[in-house]
């Protein structure tokens, strides 16, 4: 948490920080926490961040701040249960090992949250994703966080209201890499990882890169070579770019929460003219829209009730 905040601190308090978190990114990288690289029961180390069972197996050492989830005793619509349904279908299929099983959860597909296809573009640069299901889709991208449902869907979301508009999200399971079931049909087993050491591995590289002029050194490409090799991507031995490094973030991460921060503090959210997506700043082609939405409204019942607060400018 702490190399997160020393990261983000230009934009925070105006003042960068990156040496700082680059040295405590290095405290995380070599304590007991550590990245999951061994896959298991067909699972690639990757998937088993976010299955059923990830609290039980190896994946769990790369957990720093997990929020524990158990279809049983903690029962919620959010969390873990939200990532799986929203974004299944009856007609998908994850399991490698039983062509026929969903999500892991019987009882909950919502077909909701799909992927804009500007994230399948950085596992499929030339715009050439295969209509495949998510276990055949990571091996077309020589990459295994590419975890893609295309099975008669088209790329882009050009209506929201249809779930087969857009590639699905095939990331959060409840599967279990014994194939045991999970403890309830309704609710979902699958811990969600707030923090996880890969996170320190691209800060470290990222901070390395701004402290060297936009370029990894020797260390801060071994970083990102070591998150990339967990997930059997290539690598390389010459420097990663602040540019390779912010789409590494969203490779490794999207649909974990953390997009919108990345975004601000490569100055390619609000303010900027020149990096755009599909349907920023609600439009189908996406548009750029005003730097003061880099920081969120002060509530109106804040307001009233503490005179001592301004609202944030731009509200």
């Not at 700082?20 to 007991?32: G, L, M, R, T």
């Not at 049983?72 to 873990?80: D, N, P």
């Not at 296809?117 to 091996?139: C, G, H, T, W």
């Amino acid at each position: 948490m702490l190399s997160r905040l020393y990261l983000n601190s230009e934009i925070y308090t105006g003042t960068a920080q990156w040496q700082k978190a680059k040295e405590y990114a290095d405290k995380v990288i070599k304590s007991s926490y550590r990245l999951n690289t061994v896959g298991k029961g067909g699972w690639t180390a990757y998937q088993m961040l976010f299955m059923g069972d990830n609290g039980e197996t190896d994946a769990a050492y790369e957990a720093l701040l997990p929020l524990l989830q158990d279809g049983l005793t903690t029962t919620s619509w959010g969390t873990s249960l939200f990532l799986i349904a929203g974004c299944f279908d009856g007609e998908m299929h994850a399991n490698p090992n039983d062509l026929t099983a969903t999500n892991g959860v019987s009882a909950q597909n919502w077909g909701g949250n799909r992927a804009r296809p500007d994230l399948i573009r950085k596992f499929f640069p030339q715009n050439d994703a295969p209509e495949l299901p998510s276990y055949d889709m990571y091996v077309a991208a020589k990459d295994d966080r590419a975890l893609f449902d295309g099975v008669g869907r088209t790329l882009n979301n050009e209506d929201v209201s249809t779930f087969k508009s857009g590639y699905a999200i095939a990331k959060f399971t409840n599967f279990k890499t014994d194939g045991s079931a999970g403890h309830d049909a309704t609710f979902a087993d699958t811990d969600y990882f707030l923090l996880r050491v890969a996170e320190a591995y691209l800060t470290f590289a990222e901070a390395d890169a701004r402290l060297n002029g936009g370029n990894t050194t020797s260390e801060g490409t071994q970083a990102v070579n070591s998150i990339r090799s967990r997930a059997h991507a290539s690598t390389r031995t010459n420097a990663y770019s602040l540019d390779d490094i912010c789409d590494e973030w969203s490779r490794e991460f999207y649909f974990e929460g953390r997009r919108r921060m990345d975004l601000i503090r490569f100055n390619r959210y609000g303010g900027n003219n020149n990096y755009t997506w599909q349907w920023k700043g609600g439009s189908y082609e996406g548009r750029s829209f005003d730097a003061h939405l880099n920081i969120f409204a002060i509530p109106t019942n804040e307001l009233t009730a503490n005179s001592n607060l301004t609202q944030n400018p731009g509200y």
